[in-house]
């Protein structure tokens, strides 16, 4: 069964406009290999996300939180409507016919504003001072707001309950699309809709195009080059080569010898601290636990499920394990260690390997790490043919319109989506400022200068199998929340490693049955 990558990813905000202009400078000289990369590695994520969404919206109708009921009261002037077929379809080609008119309208009064409840804290001030472009050359209203780390959900449902919801927002797939479809503006007949490279990236209810994505990303293992090509100069270097770490054991020699001589190194670990706080608890509750997600359901030919066995939950705590005890930090203080934290130990250069994504490098540069420095290895946790895997890339990030905003800010919303997707200034912030890889046809002349994208790159034209981002399967929030806590008591020796066995597998069967309920 072919699957696919799909997000989310949060890291803390760094100080990347220093070393923007240094960036710029590198684009123009890497462009033209840089395009084809890029085409390379959307046409395979096009096929991979395609497989991700169908399996998704064929099954799982879970949710993280209940939506406040949406407003569907109808037109009295469609009263013609009626006399044609009373049939659901009907009914809703018939609101989506007026609301495309609506929209029209709005267009021509040219009043309308935006208010964008943006998902990604790293990319809080970007997004302002995009909305402040966009303003300042059209006169439109842009209002940007960003929920803190680990809060999105919450905050979502409690701004679209205001009388002055946001007019757009984010869903993380499926599942989210599940809790709130009711309130997505049909986007089929939108310019953006149109700007896709493939319709794989677009998030659909039968025939509606509810969500569409817009940025793909990849996390694996992040390592300093510098360190590590220090490393297999040592007689008691477990491997000679970067490409000898192919597999779990692999890894574990390497980061085992490491950390025995930590001191020789000049590093306090192999691993940066596996901060169990809420600003970096997601790569080992969500981004870490997809792994055995992803092999059960490769394994049982399935794209989700109502009860999840564990069967590679072994191999999830051998992960684990290695985080915790290779790492510059005692497991006993993981509970008030932080995402800054990880990406201090790792920047200073304190540690070797970072379980991150591509949309660290903001912070990984902006706080000094040339680019030549960076390199990423897929997470390997000791499943069989590993050596093939590839890195874990997909989008967690579908961008959604409330269609209960009024007409003229639905207009304004489609608008100032278009426009950061086509013009210069969108593409080139969208790009090279918040560093994101986009599956739009204008982002083929605005290549990547982020090098862990490019590494993603090199890992799909090689041949590996990319790792669909099956956490989008996960049945809410609090089963997350529950894995967490028990992987934090485990590794304070507060608890037994049954419990995070419970708490992921009856968990699972628990919150999915209570979320379609």
Known sequence: METLPISLPKTIPGCARDFRNQRDTKVSKRKEVLIMKKKLLSAVLSAAMLATVLTGCGGNDSSQTQAPAADTKTDDTKADDTKADDTKTDDTAADNAQADADADAGAASGSG???????????AGDWEELAAKYTAETGVEVVVQTAASGTYEST???????????????????????????????????EIYGQLKSDDFALKDGNEVKGIAYIVETYGIIYNADILN?????????VKSVEEINSFDKLKAVADSIQENADDLGVKGAFTSAGMDSSSDWRFKTHLANLPIY??????????TDAIKGTYLENYKNIWDLYITDSVCAPSLLSSKTGEDATADFALGDAVFYQNGTWAYTDLSGNGM???SLGMLPIYIGVEG????????????YWCVNKNAS?????ATLDFMNWCVTSHDGCDALSYIMGFVCPFKAFDDYPAANP?????????SSGKTSVAWTFTTMPSENWKNGVGSALLEYAQGTGEWSAVETAFVDGWASEFAASNN
């Open 386 to 397: 590993e050596e093939n895997q590839g890195l874990c890339t997909g989008s967690e990030n």
């Open 230 to 238: 220090d490393y297999f100069t040592k007689d008691y270097a477990a």
């Open 295 to 304: 092999y059960e359901y490769q394994a049982d030919g399935i794209g989700s």
């Open 370 to 372: 040339a680019d030549e």
């Open 407 to 411: 007409a003229e800010d639905i207009q």
């Open 452 to 460: 862990l994208v490019n590494i993603a790159n090199d890992y799909v």
């Open 156 to 190: 979502l449902k409690s701004e679209m309950a205001k009388s002055e919801a946001p007019t757009l927002f984010q869903v993380n797939g499926p599942v989210g699309l599940a809790t709130w479809k009711d309130y997505c503006y049909d986007l089929s007949g939108s």
């Open 113 to 123: 504003k935006v208010y964008y409840l943006n998902f990604k804290p790293e990319q």
